[in-house]
């Protein structure tokens, strides 16, 4: 039965789980402005943070995806340093911790960060670096949190990114992804870097189906991805009758049937325009169809968002309760990259309990 009204402060308690996430879409404004005065960074459009965020939060609801990525050219900037991104990357895992994350993948792209110098292991090991600071300042609340690296579709360094993940695959990055305007960069150009991966036993997600469609799905599927980065565009394959009866194309059957997890972002889907609204977001029928569907953020900073607030605004719109709440959770944990054993013990050690002691808190408020 579901509660009705469930409080964000309740939400904020329960264990969640993370899988899509970017780096540097998930500043403190605060933190851009330091570490612009630190690099000597002169662009930003403010150096007042309550100004600043307002700033990104306006670029961030214009629409368009393409727009949407340019207010990551301030973020970037300022994560040229291995101090800078060790901070950046402690900050992260603070900011997940205190919204109840206890499980998160957050992705970067490592050839983003390489303008002041640093080589891309050096990226890579200064946010690794930054994830156990983070994590080790959190008493009372434990996180795990693991890296996926990202390569930019419009550039060229696929191959690169790849062979970095395989070198730091047991230091603590477990996955591959490719990001960036889906437009004009289709997957299938690093059709050589994915086979090469799924030979390494390596795991891929890929942004697909957010602004592209069905044919970006099939393909990110036919390279080997395990996760759909989005993949909410798979409902142009689903018809719903005027009885409300859903009918399943070929994709979206095969897509539900193998359990193909989709890293649903729903805020930043109506801020990139591939969704109109949260009250209109495919969010609830792939739910009740019980596609494999997680719950994500994408961009904490650009879409003002935590995992709580994006379940909150959930809530608000379709009414789940805490049990819809964990199913999303077990969802996302069960298909995290994290090895089988470890994931079993997240959800028997950290995630059944922790909603069985809010579901008897609430059960004793009645
Ligand atoms: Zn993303």
């Known amino acids: 039965m579901n509660e009705p009204g469930l409080a964000i402060g309740l939400i904020r308690r329960a264990p969640k789980v993370l899988l899509h996430d970017h780096l540097d879409g998930g500043l403190r ?8 005065a630190d690099q000597g960074y002169r ?35 300022v994560m040229q340093t291995r101090a800078a991104l060790v901070r950046v990357a402690a900050e992260c895992a603070e900011d997940l911790a205190a919204d109840g994350v206890v499980y998160a993948e957050v ?3 490592p050839e983003l960060s390489t303008r002041g110098g640093l080589t891309l292991d050096e990226v890579v090991e200064a946010i690794l670096e930054g994830f156990r600071i983070g994590a080790g300042q959190v008493a009372g609340r434990p996180i795990v949190l ?19 993940a395989l070198r730091h695959r047991d230091a603590g ?24 991966l799924v030979h390494a036993s390596f795991h891929l997600t890929l942004h697909a189906g957010e602004g592209y469609g069905l044919p970006s799905i099939r393909e990110a599927l036919d390279l080997g991805a395990e996760r ?22 070929r994709l979206a059957a095969y897509v539900r049937d ?21 009250e209109s977001h495919p969010f609830e029928l792939l739910r009740r169809l019980r596609f494999r569907v997680t719950v994500n953020t994408d961009n904490r900073l650009m879409s003002d968002v935590s995992l709580s607030s994006e ?10 309760g805490l049990d819809e709440v964990e199913w999303l959770t077990l969802n996302a944990m069960k298909s995290a990259f994290l090895p089988f054993d470890e994931r079993l013990a997240m959800i028997t050690g950290t995630i059944k309990p922790g909603f069985a002691a809010l579901r008897a808190e609430l059960n004793a408020d009645r």
């Open 29 to 36: 404004p605060q933190t851009i402005i330091e570490l612009a």
């Open 146 to 164: 693991r890296f996926l690296a990202t390569a930019m579709r419009q550039a060229d360094r696929a191959r690169e990114i790849a062979d970095l």
């Open 258 to 278: 193998r359990r193909i997890p989709l890293e649903l972002c729903p805020t930043s889907n109506v801020h990139s325009g591939a969704a109109g609204s949260i």
């Open 107 to 109: 992705r970067h792209a």
């Open 311 to 320: 379940f909150a605004a959930l809530e608000a719109a379709f009414g789940l």
């Open 173 to 196: 990055v477990v996955g591959f992804d490719i990001a960036g305007p889906e437009a004009g960069y289709p997957p299938g150009r690093f059709a050589d870097v994915f086979g090469r």
């Open 228 to 249: 759909l980065g989005h993949g909410v565009r798979i409902v142009d394959d689903i018809k719903v009758d005027g009885a409300g009866q859903a009918v399943l194309g």
């Open 43 to 77: 662009g930003l459009p403010s150096t007042d943070p309550e100004e600043l965020g307002e700033w990104f939060r306006r670029g961030a609801s214009q629409g368009s995806l393409e727009l949407y990525l340019e207010t990551f050219e301030h973020t970037v900037a």
